[in-house]
């Protein structure tokens, strides 16, 4: 939310940094946020198995 309205004014006060403000900004957020939300898929589909001591 805060990234991609903070790259609209960036766009809006610089349009030579529209794409990478825009776009590029936004994007690396949500990749990281879909990532975070594979990881706790995995988790809690397959959960953790700690190998157990002999």
Do not use: D, H, Q
Request: net charge positive; with cysteine; hydrophobic share 60%.
């Amino acid at each position: 939310g805060r990234v991609c309205s903070g790259g609209i004014l960036m766009a809006a006060k610089r349009p030579e940094m529209a794409f990478k403000a825009g776009v590029v900004y936004a994007v690396m957020v949500e990749v990281y946020a879909v990532l975070g939300l594979l990881v706790t898929m995995f988790m809690l589909l397959f959960g953790i198995n700690w190998p157990t001591a002999v």
